[in-house]
T-cell receptor, first 113, second 114 residues
Framework: SQKIEQNSEALNIQEGKTATLTCNYTNYSPAYLQWYRQDPGRGPVFLLLIRENEKEKRKERLKVTFDTTLKQSLFHITASQPADSATYLCALDIEGGYNKLIFGAGTRLAVHP | GAVVSQHPSRVICKSGTSVKIECRSLDFQATTMFWYRQFPKQSLMLMATSNEGSKATYEQGVEKDKFLINHASLTLSTLTVTSAHPEDSSFYIC??????????FGPGTRLTVT
């Protein structure tokens, strides 16, 4: 069965540093992968989408890489701020582009002043 | 950006009663809506996919007679938890898609069954 793994332990970093979160998956070849931010008691908010034929995508302080050989995506937040503290979820499309997503459990990021 | 609302945000009900949760896309037409459930510190689990005017497609293990989904228009989908029990207590989240790859999520509904 498809499996998505994200670091279950919280990531604690100092303000201004780069946060790097990992998403690994098995048993599937997704057409694209998405990253979402989720705050406690709230629904996820879309951040970035990267397609299988793209190696890297950037949006302001965010950068996502996608290695389909390693079956891994890395999510970077540069110049991190306390306001970036949240849980970050990765999600894979599992029906060949029909927008049916399977989510990882998320990694909680805490940025300390 | 696209906005999706859910109502109610929190609901407490007695065991055996039914609860309806509404999901609305406020500024776009949602060709597809999705319903998820999330337990504490766990990932979102897709329950069902619904397209306007057609029957919902349920994921394996989700009881269609217990979780009734109606997608009556391009801006409204409802999830009714019938004969709710304490194990149905969870965070229910809907999302809507206008046909592209992005899903726009609602703020979620916290259901507590006593």
């Amino acid at each position: 069965s498809q499996k998505i793994e994200q670091n279950s332990e919280a990531l604690n970093i100092q303000e201004g540093k780069t946060a790097t979160l990992t998403c690994n998956y098995t048993n599937y070849s997704p057409a694209y992968l998405q990253w979402y931010r989720q705050d406690p008691g709230r629904g996820p908010v879309f951040l970035l989408l990267i397609r299988e034929n793209e190696k890297e995508k950037r949006k302001e302080r965010l950068k996502v890489t996608f290695d389909t050989t390693l079956k891994q995506s890395l999510f970077h937040i540069t110049a991190s701020q306390p306001a970036d503290s949240a849980t970050y979820l990765c999600a894979l499309d599992i029906e060949g582009g029909y927008n049916k997503l399977i989510f990882g459990a998320g990694t909680r990021l805490a940025v300390h002043p | 950006g696209a906005v999706v609302s859910q109502h109610p945000s929190r609901v407490i009900c007695k065991s055996g009663t039914s609860v309806k949760i509404e999901c609305r896309s406020l500024d776009f037409q949602a060709t597809t809506m999705f319903w998820y459930r999330q337990f504490p510190k766990q990932s979102l689990m897709l329950m069902a996919t619904s397209n306007e005017g057609s029957k919902a497609t349920y994921e394996q293990g989700v009881e269609k007679d217990k979780f009734l989904i109606n997608h009556a228009s391009l801006t409204l989908s409802t999830l009714t938890v019938t004969s709710a029990h304490p194990e149905d207590s969870s965070f229910y989240i809907c999302s809507a898609s206008g046909g592209d790859y992005e899903q726009y999520f609602g703020p979620g509904t916290r259901l507590t069954v006593t």
